[in-house]
Nanobody, 120 residues
């Protein structure tokens, strides 16, 4: 089992930046893909960004050019740098990891979520 601890959420003005962190512990050797989903009230949880162990990244179209995902394998930590934030980015952000690429987002471990609020 993998435990995930998220940090970095908070309140920021439109146009500002936040950096989310997610530290993994437990069965960390089994992690292949790490990434972030977000969920707005009344909506499903959708992919924000993901990154594989070798550094291959995937981004939702809505965040391309503004968000950057990275990971530090020595620290078992994944980061999400969020720039040019808008109120549309207001959501609960969840860190997730998966043992296999094809199961990412469907099977694996999830963090408790961290609230990001962007004010206008």
């Amino acid at each position: 089992q993998v435990q995930l601890v998220e940090s970095g959420g908070g309140l920021v003005q439109a146009g500002g930046s936040l950096r989310l962190s997610c530290a993994a512990s437990g069965s960390i050797s089994s992690i292949s893909v790490m990434g972030w989903y977000r969920q707005l009230p009344g909506k499903q949880r959708d992919l924000v960004a993901s990154i594989t162990r070798d550094g291959t990244t995937t981004y939702a179209d809505s965040v391309k050019g503004r968000f950057t995902i990275s990971r530090d394998n020595t620290k078992n930590t994944v980061y999400l740098q969020m720039n040019s934030l808008t109120p549309h980015d207001t959501a609960v952000y969840y860190c997730t990891v998966s043992r296999y690429t094809f199961t990412f987002g469907r099977s694996g471990s999830w963090g408790q979520g961290t609230q990001v609020t962007v004010s206008s």
